[in-house]
């Protein structure tokens, strides 16, 4: 994984670069693009995914932004966050997410 993030209020968090490299994290055991605007997440097994409410908000240097979807999986300590442009479908897009 990447730089240690400084982020003392939030159980988990990552800068995504589009590629799904990840910058900085904390609390981020993993990032993975497995399709086109789609990245699955993967969280200390500590945190309660159940009971969390994460947000992926998309890097100032996006251009055109898309929407960002949250998806909740099956898997207790993994999420996936998925990026769509409204006209051009998938998209690859660099994003800040976090676990508060």
């Known amino acids: ?18 590629d ?3 910058m900085r994290s904390h609390g981020v055991i993993n990032v993975e693009r497995y399709a ?13 995914m159940a009971n ?4 992926a908000v ?8 898309p929407a960002i ?3 909740h999986s099956d ?7 998925m990026c769509q442009h409204p006209t051009k479908g998938a998209q690859d897009t660099a994003f800040h997410v976090i676990v508060p």
């Open 1 to 18: 994984m990447a730089n240690t993030a400084i982020a003392p209020y939030a159980q988990a968090a990552a800068v995504v670069n589009s």
């Open 20 to 22: 799904g490299t990840v």
């Open 36 to 48: 086109l605007g789609s990245y699955s997440i993967e969280v200390d097994a500590s945190i309660d």
């Open 52 to 55: 969390a409410v994460p947000i």
């Open 58 to 65: 998309m890097r100032a240097e996006t251009p055109l932004p």
């Open 69 to 71: 979807f949250y998806v």
């Open 75 to 81: 898997n207790s300590n993994t999420f996936a966050v």
